[in-house]
């Protein structure tokens, strides 16, 4: 989505978690302090470890049918989150919450 492209921050969480994939590290969730400590960032890796997956961003003609690739194309034509195979790392949540709304709710 062209409106929801990372941060300089989350790019650099985003080539860590890419780093550690390529290096066979383990990917897990990170819970960050922000702004002074008055937000909280958790990121957490999306891996494509279901198949169903692949019937969007697998690759064309293999696991991604013509006809689901034509309609991906029509619906979304800049996108590129095709190509992916099994266990593949694909990106990451991030989510940044207000620290006194946590506080408040506890």
Not at 19 to 48: A, C, G, H, R, W
Request: charged share 20%.
């Amino acid at each position: 989505n062209p409106r929801n492209q990372p941060d300089v921050f989350e790019t650099q969480l985003l080539d860590a978690y890419q780093y550690s994939f390529d290096n066979q590290l383990e990917l897990k969730e990170s819970v960050q302090m922000m702004d002074n400590e008055k937000s909280v960032l958790f990121t957490k890796p999306i891996m494509l470890n279901n198949p169903a997956c692949l019937n969007c961003h697998g690759e064309p003609g293999k696991n991604l049918l013509s006809e689901n690739d034509a309609l991906l194309k029509s619906l979304y034509p800049s996108d590129s989150a095709t190509g992916y195979q099994l266990n593949d790392f694909r990106g990451m949540w991030s989510i940044i919450l207000n620290k006194k709304e946590i506080v408040n709710a506890l």
